[in-house]
């Protein structure tokens, strides 16, 4: 009897590890994809788009563009630093679309993950900026003595903590602090003439504006100005109509007019365009 139930004890045990081997399993832990932009309208505009692929520093191959002023000769040129998320190219195309008919180049990237851009989105926001940045200004044909750096949210972060990096690739001629998280004395490495625009809703507006710019100020003769958006919510888009859907597709017409206004203005007095 007892080896009889020792043999019934081998055959189910058998069984069951012949179940567990040709059952499914669960799959391994993966990095999770960067989730896909939403549809939304794309602003129409005249440019000539020049496709644009660049190695990050880990060796993925990150894409990107620039969009000339079509029949203009050595245009300043805006280098876009994105804010958080897996946001692609066309995430700034509304800026693209204000900036190049007012004779502006402007290149854009997409984060890693996103768009043409390969690897997983999750990790090197800083050296992916920095390497869009080397990849931005490689490029022939736009004004050398005029680059802007234009950086929003996250961006300026960015920017403000590797800002000599990026200094020792091309030293900008300004750089535009959009939706800017930089508190007071935060702003001094930022060596350049600088321009804030923040929204009148910024719950820390005192700091990241006003205590800000008199910072800057008061360490260099380079210029620092502050432009405080009405009725806009943190990234300056119009919130006078009531709060954005980010999943209604007409969301890049509602950036703000009054935050357009002085950026356009102050690239116009430093790049030194009527």
């Known amino acids: 009897m007892s080896g009889r139930s020792s043999r019934w004890r081998l055959a189910l045990a058998l069984l069951a590890g012949l179940a567990w081997a040709c059952g499914p399993r669960p799959p391994a832990p993966s990095p999770t994809p960067a989730a896909p932009t939403p549809a939304f309208v794309l602003l129409p505009f005249a440019s000539r788009v020049q496709p644009v692929t660049f190695p990050a520093a880990d060796g993925v191959t990150l894409a990107g563009q620039t969009d000339w002023p079509p029949d203009q000769e050595q245009p300043p040129l805006v280098v876009i630093l994105h804010h958080s998320g897996a946001v692609d190219r066309d995430s700034y195309q509304y800026l693209a679309a204000r900036l190049v008919p007012a004779g502006y180049a402007v290149f854009r990237f997409d984060k890693r993950g996103t768009g043409r851009s390969g690897g997983v989105y999750g990790c090197c926001e800083a050296d992916d900026a920095l390497a869009?940045?080397?990849?931005?200004?490689?490029?022939?044909?736009?004004?050398?003595?005029?680059?802007?750096?234009?950086?929003?949210?996250?961006?300026?972060?960015?920017?403000?903590?590797?800002?000599?990096?990026?200094?020792?690739?091309?030293?900008?001629?300004?750089?535009?602090?959009?939706?800017?998280?930089?508190?007071?004395?935060a702003v001094l490495s930022v060596r350049a003439p600088i321009h804030?625009?923040?929204?009148?809703?910024?719950?820390?507006?005192?700091?990241?504006?006003a205590a800000a710019q008199r910072a800057h100020q008061a360490a260099y003769a380079y210029g620092a100005s502050l432009f405080v958006a009405?009725?806009?919510?943190?990234?300056?888009?119009?919130?006078?109509?009531?709060?954005?859907?980010?999943?209604?597709?007409?969301?890049?017409?509602?950036?703000?007019?009054?935050?357009?206004?002085?950026?356009?203005?102050?690239?116009?007095?430093?790049?030194?365009?009527?």
């Open 196 to 209: 804030i625009i923040v929204a009148d809703s910024e719950p820390d507006l005192a700091e990241i504006g």
């Open 230 to 274: 009405p009725h806009a919510e943190h990234t300056l888009f119009d919130i006078s109509a009531g709060p954005i859907d980010w999943s209604a597709p007409d969301w890049p017409t509602r950036f703000s007019e009054d935050a357009w206004r002085s950026l356009a203005g102050w690239l116009a007095e430093r790049a030194g365009r009527p």
């Open 132 to 185: 869009a940045y080397r990849a931005a200004v490689a490029q022939p044909g736009y004004g050398p003595a005029r680059v802007f750096i234009v950086a929003q949210s996250l961006g300026t972060r960015i920017l403000a903590e590797r800002f000599a990096d990026f200094q020792a690739v091309q030293p900008p001629a300004g750089v535009a602090l959009l939706s800017s998280l930089l508190r007071g004395e």
